[in-house]
């Protein structure tokens, strides 16, 4: 074999650092060093369908292929950051994770944990519920607990002027 198609057959994967990540088009792309100081910009990464991430800069690392072996059409795999990843899993165990600690992970055992720094929200709608370190705020929709309506819109029975309790919510 000779050196140009040795060359070529070295060329079509390889691991990379990336650079200067993009996230404002339809596709994301990053500046990649496919050599030493050789670097190609614009370069499209593939990100698997129903995930999305935009992984920080400092320690970014990939696999690059060159499609048909043509190194001018290269395209990055799913990109990796070993110094932000969640690590100590069990066997069967997934987990979805930002850099600050916040994660989501679903144990083997059938359990969901979520951790957030800050808070969590969930909008459905007009609705929003967020927890955070400083309690729980819902707005919009009403609240019920076993059918009965505690919100700001539920009503007592039992009402008597002075110092006795109401009857709990009756709608």
């Known amino acids: 074999m ?6 070529k057959i070295r060329g079509i994967v390889r ?3 990336l650079k200067n990540i993009k996230d404002d088009g339809q596709t ?11 670097w190609r910009d614009d370069v499209e990464i593939l990100q698997p369908y129903g995930f999305a991430s935009h992984t920080p800069e400092d320690g970014a690392l990939a696999v690059v292929l ?3 072996s043509d190194e001018s059409d290269l395209v990055v795999l799913p990109v990796a950051n070993p110094s932000k990843r969640l690590g100590k899993l069990g066997e069967g165990d997934v987990g979805l994770y930002g850099r600050h600690g916040d994660r989501v992970t679903i144990s083997d055992g059938g359990t969901i944990e979520l951790q957030a720094g800050e808070s969590v929200s969930i909008k459905i709608g007009g609705v929003t519920f967020v927890v955070s370190a400083e309690g729980v705020d819902i707005t919009g929709g009403h609240v019920k607990h076993n059918g009965k309506n505690i919100g700001d819109t539920h009503i007592h029975g039992g009402v008597v002027e002075g110092s006795d309790d109401t009857d709990v919510p009756s709608n």
């Open 2 to 7: 000779d050196n140009e198609t040795a060359g």
């Open 15 to 17: 691991r990379a650092t």
């Open 28 to 38: 994301q792309t990053a500046s990649v060093e496919v050599a030493e100081g050789v």
């Open 66 to 68: 060159a499609v048909g």
